[in-house]
């Protein structure tokens, strides 16, 4: 059966991570319908299927290269993408002028691409199926776990001004491709 083939594409290991992947796009979705809770609810689903994946994939074989570039591909969909979407449009109910915006925006444009940096430098050093002890630099699901925090304490007023909440975008944008070293779970 296909599911438990480690060279078909579809096998159980990847299914879940399409998963991921869908749960990031209909994420997105509600953000910008302004349904902030359901796409929430949709990024910890997303977070529980990006640890299925792996366990999935060591466990009956199906670790591959292909596995290794999709599971990166979610990540950045789904812990990159998506949390930048949710933080950049609650913030726009503050925000007073396009100056802002922009400026704002290209901040979260700069996270996703210290995002995006991280997982291919992470692709580049890592073989299927192996893990090690330690991740260099803030994986990006932590770093998405991180952006979910700001964006509580900037709904629930307890962190109200933007350029806080924006250099610390920054701060999580640049641990990404830090040299920090953080166990692997």
Known sequence: ?????????????NMITFGNIACGVIAIYFIVKGDF???????WIAGALDIADGKVARKLGLSTEFGVQLDSFADFLSFV?????????ALQKGMNGSVQEI????IFIFYII???????????KVDAGEVS???E???????AILLWVLYLLYSYEIMQNIY???MLVIAIAWSLNSKLKIPHP
């Open 1 to 13: 059966m296909f599911l438990f083939d480690k060279n078909h594409r579809y096998n159980m290991a």
């Open 37 to 43: 809770f359901t796409a929430i609810i949709l990024a």
């Open 81 to 89: 993408v998506m949390p930048s979407f949710l933080l950049f449009y």
């Open 103 to 106: 400026i704002i925006g290209l």
């Open 114 to 124: 210290s995002g995006l940096r991280r997982l291919v430098e992470f692709n580049l």
């Open 133 to 135: 002890k330690y991740f």
């Open 137 to 143: 630099g803030v994986p990006t699901p932590l770093g």
């Open 164 to 166: 806080v909440v924006a």
